[in-house]
């Protein structure tokens, strides 16, 4: 039971980042990124190959395991985690020179979906690069012999509050405002001087850093990672968590991963099986995810904790304005 | 319009056309409709400028040329005497020209204060660094912008709806934050796009007001309009376009009894 909560707690911090990652991108900024999954991938496998090069090589080698074209590079925890951030980060730079050119949401999306399929192909098929299909195994958890460790899943939540804190700061500050302006109203935000290409740009990068942190939480844990784990259809796990939990709200991303991350994909293993149909279950994880969706986005698209109510413009005594305040100051009649 | 009647002009309003802005043979089309034709123009420094015309003139499209949310597909445009032809929209507004737009343009997921807070210059908590690491920084910024926006909705009369969502107000309060959010932007060209449309007499006269006062702190602005009376009321300069191009400019008094503004409007 103890290996199993830490389990669990240690799936929700790394959902948990990657949703908060999308919920900049999607839920504040309203860039469609459909490739999403593919940073996640990224950084796993940086993480991966990182930890394999520090602890395992010899033993990956083994097993005829091919990684980074057989370069032994190798970086002990966490580096090989802040650089999975570093890297994913560098490549959503890259990628967002052409991605985040467009006006039109629904030309991105396009752009990363075909990204995705881009790089789901290449890594599937360069096998030297993270053993293609197959994978990366042996992959060595930190602070722990073996079983789920409390150590590891303390690293997780020290990374959980500092990507919650990055989020609400962004979220809060001037640049939250800049960012919903440019999800809602991007011409107009081009008209005030401020450019939409540049603060989309930020936005990708550092959504994607997330994506790719998260990858390499997941991965150090999972000790394992290949092209199944990162499906296209792995996308719509984030995307439900962030639209059920309430896009634009951080607080709502965190109940979301809990709610659908854990809750669901968890729920329904607890299902009694079948033996006569042998993939039932995991079918069904995928039909009350689509479920979900459907049904949140038709009766509650806001989701369950809908994005921050407006502030009230603050008064400093009861009935006396901050203009009153300025008029006084000025002499004039309050 | 040629440099001896620029001058001419500048004699006859006693104002200093110092060619501010200038298009110089723009031209736009939309698949093979001409919008605007062969248009030169000098809009004098610290003028309001009026265009009006009938519809389908290319009034809203030379506007449009002039602010860079469409290209010309031949001429150039001069701002402060650089070509800004190739410049993208917002290099052209952090440059000091705002335009509104013709339909609305609040955002509507921000509060009122919020639309005139974004468009504050120079902010430095607009960016990840900024918004993370200088916090002491941008919260002084905001607190003093925060007092200025204020005020100048406690002016315009939206000071009670500071902090509901933009999205809420009427569509005469609209256009009133639209105009208060372009000067708060610290524009010097303002590109003012049918202002009046669905104003109460009230607001408009509010409206007329805060122009006036704009252009007497020096800035130019050129506003679209098809209402004959605030532009009677507004403008220095009146222009009026048919079928994509120029075809006068001058006083309101002159533009009266021009044959060829009588036949553009009357048929």
Known sequence: MEYYIITLAIIFCSDAVFALGLNLQYGLCGIMNFGYIFFYALGAYVAGAAALGSQHTALAHSTGEQ??????????????????????????????????RSLRAD???????????????????????????????????PLSSGEPSWGYLACCVIILILVVVIAVGITTSPMGRRMRAVRDRPDVVQSLGKSVFRTRWTVFVVGNGMAALAGAMAVLFLTGFSPSAWAFAETLNVYTAVIVGGSGSNLGTLLGT????????QGVLFLPPDNSVPYLIPSLQWVVLGLVTIAFIAFRPKGLVPERPPRRVMVDRPGRSIVARIQGKLGARP | ????????????????????????????????VVAVSNCSMRFGDGLITGIVGPNGA????????????????????????????????????AA????????????????????????????????????????????????????????????????????SFAGSLSGGEKRLLEV?????????????????????????????????????????????????DVIEKLCDVVVVMAEGGVIFEGTMADMRSHQGVRDAYLG
């Open chain 1, 67 to 100: 990684f980074l074209f057989g370069l032994n590079v190798g970086l002990p925890y966490p580096v090989n985690v802040l650089a999975a951030a570093v890297i994913g980060s560098a490549a959503a730079s890259l990628v967002g020179l052409t991605l985040m």
């Open chain 1, 107 to 141: 030309f991105a999306a396009l752009m990363s979906v075909a990204l995705f399929l881009v790089a789901y192909g290449v890594i599937g098929n360069l096998t030297p690069l993270f053993n293609g299909y197959l994978g990366l195994s042996l992959i060595p958890t």
């Open chain 1, 258 to 265: 809990l709610l659908v991350g854990v809750g669901v994909v």
């Open chain 2, 1 to 32: 319009m040629n440099d001896r009647a620029a001058r001419s002009k500048a004699r006859q309003t006693g104002a200093e056309l110092a060619g501010a802005l200038e298009v110089a043979g723009v031209s736009r089309q939309y698949g093979g």
């Open chain 2, 58 to 93: 290319g009034k809203s499209t030379l506007l449009r040329l002039i602010s860079g949310d469409v290209a010309p597909n031949q001429g150039q445009i001069f701002w402060r005497g650089r070509d800004i032809t190739k410049w993208p929209v917002h290099e052209r507004a």
């Open chain 2, 96 to 163: 000091g020209m705002v335009r509104t737009f013709q339909l609305g343009s609040e955002i509507p997921g921000l509060t009122v204060l919020e639309n005139l807070l974004l468009a504050c210059q120079g902010n430095p908590g607009e960016s990840p660094i900024g918004a993370l690491f200088r916090r002491g920084a941008w919260t002084a910024f905001e607190r003093e912008a925060t007092e200025r926006a204020l005020i100048l909705l406690e002016t315009i009369g939206l000071r009670k709806y500071a902090s």
């Open chain 2, 180 to 228: 208060a959010r372009a000067m708060t932007a610290q524009p010097s060209l303002l590109l003012l796009d049918e202002p009046m449309v669905g104003v109460s007499f009230v607001m408009r006269e509010t409206l007329i007001a805060m122009f006036s006062q704009l252009r007497d702190q020096g800035v130019t602005c050129v506003i679209v309009e098809h209402a004959l």
